[in-house]
């Protein structure tokens, strides 16, 4: 099969009998037909279909090693630094096919599958391992195109540092039981972006300080096994018109929390259980950090690039740029773009092989830029609303332009440069990036994509080499020694 | 007449025959049947009942000098700081059943149109001016208990400093002619929250540095003015559902474009016109800077409690409160309340009789009040969003909790100390006040209430008096003379 | 005796024998013309000089009830905002004389020891607690306008949560033991400003959650006492010239470490002893805070208004008024400083009698100026920094003024309003405030006056009652209750 | 003669006959013996004694294409990307031994010496222009090793827009007249770091839009020129002893004002004058920007490394890591330095040849570079002195440790992990880093290196390419075109 294009996405998708419930209802089948839907699934169909346009082909896939088929280039296992620009180019393209709105473009967790299967050496010979699984799920996703979600968050009953969970019904997702077909698992998982939305669901534990056993874990299993149910939230899509709502139209990509009722997870699915020294070092010491952030850093660059050109296509649309307050704003997005840039490049420049042989981007610069995205994120967003300024506030709609209205519209809202419409047009775009449902949830999402802040910087000082300097104030102190 | 109550208010609103538009739509009456606009008539209607409940009269009311009838206490001339008290208290209490939320209670225009009739003596003897129209606007407003819009920012066709309008078609609203029965309006205004769902609207130019005598002018007229054409935004009610939507279903204050269509403004409703140096002055010089910044940092003293009180509630939900930066982020809410408290009081504390004999509170606290609120706001804003950080995206509905799902719901989401509903209901409230199109739209509106926050600086900057510091730097340079 | 002028102060702390060291030296008598001390000490004896000016006696002074003298106005018990209010003015007048500059202006402990003496209650009945020493400190101090300062900071060994002191030989002062005569104290204390340059110092236990019985205690004992030993940092001033120093030289007031030899405090000087729950509750009960606080606020408005000035007057200088950007600097220092007052303000007019028929200032407006100001404080800096830029670097001196190159100077250093001198003066002036040792102090010593930052916000949230906010919140929700 | 060592430099400075004046005195020579100079004169004499030493003489020296002696390697004008590495590894040395304290270390304006050799071409053919003299003091520089100070802020008279001077006596220096053998100058120039303690001073225009023929030039001329004075700031050495004053003893480069007596600059020392173009396009079309800011960055990054040093080392001393606040501050200062060091890697990886042939490091990241770090220095300050809080004020003198009362200091000025000695070493380095008078002046130096930070971030604003996010924005919005 190798890479997809679109429509077999679609039908795939519209194929299965997920369970997804959506303001207290069953979802009925097609998806791709359902309003809090349609939009994201056509942006992904249309991502498919430009990965197997005959002159993208060379750049978005590459050959299968098994079926000798064209795979998506997400699923190389990077081998040089220039496999890792490939990759790079890739994500990019498709991140600019969505404006960088896609926080689970495909990519994102082929990456995850991709980095998973550099690192089955980790898991060899250890108790309740499956190296292998991990590898014939990367084969079959690879080969297959399959798509994903992913789950890790756990319920957040109490944030506080001494809280353990007691009941006798679980409530974080655990596993119950086993039997010679596979694993038993009950509880939820808090949060999966495009719950339901995909082929298959990857549920895994993120490290965590006290874990039991029974939340040790790892598998993949199709959406729509029996027992699994994705409870959406409201959707954000603001309706159908793409004046109106631009964005969110097409990019909503909805959010679900995933409950696990006695869910069969069957042996071949497992990657492993019941390791709580598995689920602590496998995601520190595997690839999965280096090519996962990889990705996402890439995708934020284009989405900042986005971001920036909303800015100044409404400084240049009211005729603001002359102001030195104005251009120190647009130069705050600017400049953290081109950080964001150079910090992508020294990880590649900087990338080494690791002990299986892969290509592994220094990790260092990465989780810098990771832990600057999340702050200057809302910040862009924070810029576009100063500029806009009061004309953020009251726009006409689709249809009011095409009532009897228009002429005084046409009249009093043009601008500077512009007709009225494409004002209009310009300042709800702008809008729906930053101030509808849909954009507060993606500056929050944004925000929060590397989890808490206050940690990630925590754990970036603990793990920075500090000798450079500490050796330099040494040879400060020694000069400065009493004679 | 005097003080009405809500069912007064509802049987007036409902009479007039205003021409409002609504995605392409001429609006039909009963304007308190349409969803857009039901739930902020609902809560208006509740503030009148609040002021005519016999317990609360005496707080909420005043006799009319003319018609010896109770009316409303926003409406009161205060010649003492107890006046300001009085009235201090009354806006409090209609902005506490508000939550603060309301930035055109009818308060708000009350105390416009009563500093501005506190103030006629600036227009005595100038040309093309009617003190008299003013007192008799301010009387019928008072005793009749009207409601009213204001509009004052022109369309933003163009920011640039060095520019001005030339077309032959005016696009700010401006003075086209004049009959024996009045003036002729054409144009448009750029912005009227609530605009057609108040008995009238009141039209008036902001003090610009390069104005035309065409559009020096202040008048008030009825909504149901031929001519006179109110075009909305999109409405930001997220639905009729208080669990799903608990501040856009009731407190959502739709903004709209004021276009004039050859409007007849009648003699009597004329404030005055062509006089530059008048519509120049009488904003800086008159009571109305002092006497509605009153009243606008009164509610947002209110809105700030109840932003912290939001805060505190997460806080206590996931049980965080035990971290220092959570402790830091709650406590930036309360310094910036207290500010704001202390200077409110100060400006009345302050206060001192005007050359008309009323008792102004002092203008510099509360300039100073409106420079910090614009900027910590959209902080309290965030520092939600921050707290109830993951939390805040994958939020159930009311049809979720009816639906079978529900027993998944009770038991997933439960916090550390409520039960998943409440805990579900304190985060659809969070996320409503800062994350949904109407909470966006709260955020900007505060951040340009007073409008542009870096000319507010500057304002400052040369209104203050500097002396005691610069002779203190004097006595310092001097005692540094050389010997 | 009464309050002093400044020759008797003079004359007092030239007699006293008190062993103080600087730069590896035992400082000779007289201290007051010692280069590092002198220009503080002539400092002060103006502050006393001031107090007795026949025209200001009223405002400075009050009548002792014992000695019907006239005593310094800081030693006021008040009783009524009135008493607030003169307790204030005189304050300020000090302030105002030393340009806020002088943390420890005698003020200051002057109304630590009246604080005392307002809560000796607080300690009737208690075990080793001698009430009727404090009354009789604060008297003796009072009649005779004594002078002190106190320290109480225990040295940073290991600032680790975890910490405990374990060695045989005591780091922090101690008691090791006690007589028939007194107690013995043995130890350190990190930090006493003036330091060996007052009467008496004050030394006291800060409230701390594991705090040994042999850590808890008060006294007071003259500076000279055996034993005592006073160890000064390098001295920040920068030399006699007041043009080239014209803050370090008259306002340095140097630090010092405080070590006790086994020193033998007298019972008639101790005011409790290993009594550690009256060392965690005195200073949370009593009236320090509050009166403390009160005096502080009202010093550091004062800086405020002094820094203020320095920038204005740079901004003058060299014509940079014009620029948005500089107005919103002036406009933070401006914002800064009416918010000071108003808290301060708000603490008199919402103070209340307490147990004891002493009336205090609200502690909430004076807990929250002092979260703000050393936030604030370095900003005032860093703007005074930006305003000059780099004109700030390369400033001549006195005696380059008086040299041969002084034509060179009087042509090239010419100001837009002034002459060469008097902009290098202003020039000097901002750079000693904000640049030299003694400014970058000054800085400091505000950042930390009311201790950890982080910890100042963690107990405003902690004592703050909330519950109004949630009051607003609970019944938002109650409307929200699912129909 | 090619590289210097550290006698031949000391032996030169000398010999010559400079007018400096300090403190209303003209310096009498050898100036190396000076309090004032000492300390920064031996530093530059350990950089040239570094350079020369056998194992390091490939790194630090290349082979001069004319005398095919070695020669600084800062001077070595790059062809490939390889030689930018080498002239980083050179300047990054260099940086290292000095802290990256020296902002004027030599190697900074061999580098513009060198970059302004490499655009010889765009001086070619135009009016008053000498390209040859260029490249003869390029070479005469190199093979020689001569030092350099350069000076081009005119005098501050007034810094309002509309400022024009118009005395008769010239303040900022220009061309008073011409003979057969020169330009003769007069005026002054603000700032030039080092004034007077280098071979020469390189003289030129800064671009300005309003610039007069007669102010438009540039030359370089020897120190000891007839005329040419030095007029030196007050002396921030705080004294001898590297225990004090680790710093300021060693690296405090002294600013001086430079005055024209109506020197007569040679022709052979002029590269161009009276052309006003030029003063204009040289700056910014030149190699000067690229090489020069190259140069800085990689100087600011080792003083990046140097200030972690010092705060993780106060961290370490008083065992502070573990908590969260303290983390964030020093993670900040990693999240600077490795965006500095990944902004210069891409400059490197994106150079390119230009016209003359010379491989110019990318602009964008340097410009975003020198954007950025002007803001994060004094928040590097900031964080050491938050850090080292209380602990910054009261430190005692190596003379204290010498003294009677050593034993004192040992015992109650221990730290967690160190003896009071140590403690106190680190706690004065960091001292003097960031609030001694050298410390404060080392901010102010960074804040402003590169010109006013607004008008930077304005040119940034201006010189950047925007068009990818412009056209992501236009295919938004033709996608959202009206059906």
């Known amino acids: 099969m190798g890479a997809i294009n679109g429509s077999e996405f679609l039908r795939r998708i519209n194929q299965m009998d ?29 991502l498919y279909d430009l990965q197997v346009q005959p002159e993208l082909l060379d750049e978005m896939t590459f050959e299968s090693p ?17 496999d890792l620009a490939k990759r790079r180019k890739m994500i990019e393209r498709w991140a600019r096919q969505s404006y960088g709105l896609l926080g689970r473009s495909p990519d994102y967790l082929n990456t995850v599958i991709m980095s998973f299967a550099c690192s089955t050496a980790l898991m060899e010979g250890k108790e309740n391992c499956f190296p292998t699984h991990i590898q014939s799920l990367y084969e079959r996703a690879r080969d297959n195109d399959l798509s994903f979600t992913h789950t890790f968050i756990t319920p957040q009953v109490n944030r506080s ?82 004046f109106n709502h631009p964005l969110s139209s097409r990019f909503e990509e909805i959010d679900s929390i995933v409950v ?12 492993f259980h019941q390791n709580t020294e598995v689920a602590m070092n496998f995601f520190t010491s595997s690839a999965f950090h280096p090519f996962t952030i990889h990705q996402v850093i890439t995708r934020q660059i284009v989405k900042t690039e986005f971001m920036l ?37 020294k990880s590649e420049l900087d990338a080494t092989l690791d002990a299986s042989g892969y290509m592994r981007p220094s990790i260092i610069p990465l989780q810098v830029a990771s832990n600057i995205y999340p702050k200057v994120n809302p910040r862009f967003s924070e810029i576009i609303q100063l500029i806009g300024a009061s004309g953020m506030v009251t726009l006409p709609t689709e249809r009011d332009f095409q009532s009897a209205i228009a002429p005084d519209l046409a009249h009093y809202l043009q601008a500077a440069t512009k007709p009225a419409e494409e004002r209009v047009r310009i300042f709800r775009l702008a809008w729906d990036l930053t101030m509808s449902a849909f954009g507060a949830r993606q500056t929050q999402y944004e925000r929060y994509f590397f989890g808490d802040p206050v940690r990630s910087a925590g754990h970036l000082y603990r793990s920075y080499a500090k000798d450079t300097g500490m050796g330099m104030v040494d040879s400060a102190l020694s000069l400065a020694k009493r004679k």
Chains 1, 2, 3, 4 share one sequence.
């Open 18 to 46: 997920t369970e997804i419930w959506l303001d207290g209802e069953r979802i009925k089948m097609p998806i791709s037909e359902r309003a809090a839907f349609r939009g994201l699934i056509q942006s992904k169909a249309s």
């Open 66 to 82: 098994t079926t000798k088929e064209r795979v998506g280039m997400s699923y190389l296992q990077p081998r040089t630094k220039d």
């Open 161 to 242: 540092q001494a809280y353990f969970e007691t009941g006798d019904e679980p409530i974080a997702a655990r596993i119950v039981g086993q039997t010679k077909d596979g694993l038993i698992i009950k509880g939820a998982r808090l949060l999966a972006t495009q719950g339901g939305l995909t082929d298959e669901v990857l549920v895994f534990s993120s490290p965590s300080l006290f874990c039991e056993p029974e939340e040790a874990f790892a598998f993949s299993i199709p959406s729509d096994t029996k027992g699994l149910r994705f409870i959406c939230r409201e959707s954000f899509v603001g309706g159908d018109s793409s």
């Open 260 to 271: 696990f009722d006695n869910v069969l997870v069957p042996w071949e699915c497992v990657l």
């Open 309 to 345: 050109g909303v800015a100044e296509n409404l400084v240049q649309t009211i005729h603001v740029g002359e102001y030195l307050h104005i251009q120190e704003k647009i130069a705050e997005i600017i400049i953290s773009l081109e950080t964001m840039k150079a910090l992508l490049d």
